[in-house]
């Protein structure tokens, strides 16, 4: 089967850093995305990694290990906009993505 | 481009009726995708098409849906009796499909109430 694990909610304070964990199981791996969901809006897109290794993308970078079915969202100088929900997303067989419940980061002041 | 366009924005209706929500993809796009999302269950994959074709509907839970394509312009989703417990957002995403890290863009949804 398929299932992806992440914490159901996190809080940090603003201007700091936090790591959002996610694991996954799956017959068939492709790649895995990082998508933020804003309440009351759709997903958007902030990472792809493919490979192992950590993909830096201006405030948030996001790390891949396939052999450990494991990876991050980090997320750097954080803001009050950061506030959201954080989707782990892999690619299995074909051009099918499969979510997880995500992480629901509330940033303090 | 204007994006992924649904519509309606919020439908509220009575258990039994039928429901049709309407999508149009980036125009450009091959893959169109339908979710639904709940708070329990988070974001599920209904049914998925490529090039107007369904290519996997094992996500559908039962009969009452269906979901059509009969252009690349435009796709439908139905339910048909609606059931309380079909109450969630409903979206509909598209991509083109060249590579495997093309990233799904999303319309904004469809918040279905079924009383």
């Known amino acids: 089967g398929q299932n992806i694990d992440q914490p159901t909610e996190m809080t940090a304070t603003e201007g700091a850093i936090v790591q959002i964990n996610c694991t996954y199981q799956t017959s068939g791996f492709n790649g895995l995305f990082w998508y933020q969901q804003h309440a009351g809006e759709a997903p958007t897109f902030l990472s792809y990694?493919?490979?192992?290794g950590l993909e830096e993308k201006g405030r948030f970078s996001s790390f891949l290990s396939r052999s450990k079915g494991y990876s991050y969202l980090l997320l750097k100088e954080l803001q009050m906009k950061d506030s959201a929900s954080y989707l782990c997303?892999?690619?299995?067989?074909?051009?099918?993505?499969?979510f997880g419940t995500g992480t629901q980061l509330k940033v303090e002041l | 481009d204007a994006g992924v366009i649904q519509s309606p924005r919020h439908e509220v209706t009575e258990m039994g009726q039928e429901v049709t929500l309407r999508c149009k993809p980036i125009?450009?796009?091959?893959?169109l995708f339908w979710y639904r999302q709940t708070m329990m269950r988070g974001l599920e994959l209904l049914i998925y098409f490529n090039n107007n074709v369904p290519i996997d509907d094992s996500g559908m839970p039962e009969d009452r849906f269906s979901a059509k394509m009969p252009n690349a312009s435009f796709s439908t989703l139905k339910i048909q009796p609606s059931e309380p417990r079909d109450s969630a957002v409903y979206f509909c995403?598209?991509?083109w499909g060249g590579g495997r890290n093309e990233k799904l863009f999303f319309g904004s949804g469809t918040q279905l109430s079924v009383l």
């Open positions: 997303v892999f690619t299995g067989g074909g051009n099918k993505l499969t």
């Open positions: 990694n493919v490979l192992d």
């Open positions: 125009s450009g796009h091959d893959y």
């Open positions: 995403a598209s991509k």
